[in-house]
């Protein structure tokens, strides 16, 4: 199987539009939380779980046994593989989707289906209802798709979720924020369903490695005996708790990239450039044969955004920043775009 390598390197100084990060940095009130809760004890100590749980199920509106808190939604991708997927099981993903599904699969060495999404991206739910067999162990939805950033209602997904009872369905909801859709109030009522969420995105936290896993409680005990007790470092869980009380920062910073993709959306239009409808934080453009040099070109110019034509001929994404960031990649882009 291919390691997966992201291009992380020397990316401090430049404007990062290449991972779906928050561009502005994560709410001063983490970082005060997490000035004012360092000190040589609380680093000495394995981390205590049980306040954070509590304060991030009242957020979420869950009970402490249902979630998860894990080291990323990576660590949560990871560990619904392990506690539910066997060497050799059938399972169900779409593509182009999240690498780290098949990255984890492989590792699992499960026997992987891939369902194609349609065109201009669409959701195919036909397709993937059609896929789902009685041996049918796992389903992977990123809702919204990335790179693609389309997202499906919650009627497929209850769809999906009935025609599958046998199997376990993943829903992806890392760029929740940015679309409004969530499963997460379905969990009691689908023994099927498990939703993850990240502290990486709309809060700013990547450098974290925080998320949640949430299912019904008796998924949750299973999932809960596969993990590594201590994977949520003390300082993720000081961050965490601190960054779901600032729900204005959160608001704010929503609205600001909604309008920012916009922004994007009629820039791209105007230099006459093809791009996929978005629900997310990121939109993918079509570059045609000038992607990896267009890229290569704004990375010189201190511009980063990330190239997938390995996956989506052409195609490039662009994470959305703020509208000030936004406009600096549009006034590049079409300087190049252009010549
Ligand atoms: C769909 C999706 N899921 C999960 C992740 C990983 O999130 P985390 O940083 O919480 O591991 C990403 C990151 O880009 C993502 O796009």
């Known amino acids: 199987m291919a390691p997966y390598t992201p291009p992380t390197g020397s990316r401090l100084d430049k404007l990062r539009l290449d991972f779906n990060e928050n561009t502005v940095g994560c ?9 004012s809760c360092i000190s040589a004890t609380s680093l000495s100590m394995y981390p205590e ?5 509590q304060d991030l199920a009242d957020f979420f509106n869950v009970a402490p046994d249902e979630f998860t808190m894990t080291n990323g939604t990576d660590e949560a991708i990871q560990l619904f593989i392990n506690t539910f997927v066997e060497a050799g099981s059938d399972v169900v993903t779409l593509r182009p989707s999240y690498p780290l599904y098949r990255f984890y699969l492989q590792l699992g060495d499960a026997s992987i289906r891939e369902v194609d999404l349609l065109e201009n ?3 195919p739910a036909e397709q993937l209802l059609a896929a789902i067999r009685p041996d049918t162990r796992a389903i992977f939805i990123s809702n919204p798709n990335n790179p ?26 890392a760029y929740f924020e940015f679309c409004g859709v969530t499963l997460l109030p379905r969990i009691r009522h689908y023994p099927n369903l498990f939703v993850s969420r990240t502290f990486s995105k709309v809060y700013g936290m990547a450098g974290m490695r925080c998320g949640c896993l949430f299912s019904g409680a008796d998924n949750v005990k299973w999932l809960r005996k596969a993990q590594s007790p201590f994977s949520v470092n003390v300082l993720a869980l000081i961050a965490a708790r601190a960054a779901v009380k600032d729900t204005e920062f959160v608001k704010n910073y929503v609205d600001e ?18 791009f996929y409808p978005t629900h997310s934080n990121f939109v993918l453009f079509d570059a045609g044969d000038r992607a990896i040099p267009i890229r290569d070109a704004l990375r010189e110019r201190g511009v980063l955004v990330r190239e997938r034509t390995f996956e989506v001929p052409g195609a490039i994404r662009l ?21």
């Open 319 to 339: 994470t959305i920043g703020t509208r000030e960031q936004i406009q600096r990649f549009l006034d590049e882009l079409e300087c190049l775009w252009t010549r």
């Open 257 to 274: 990239i909604l309008a920012a993709r916009d922004l994007a959306c009629k820039g791209l239009k105007r230099l006459g450039i093809r």
């Open 121 to 123: 991206f669409d959701f």
């Open 148 to 173: 693609t950033g389309g997202a499906v209602g919650h009627d497929l997904i209850q769809r999906i979720l009935d025609a599958a009872p046998h199997a376990a369905v993943l829903i992806d909801e």
């Open 49 to 53: 779980y049980a306040a954070a749980m």
């Open 27 to 35: 709410s001063p009130r983490v970082l005060e939380a997490l000035t």
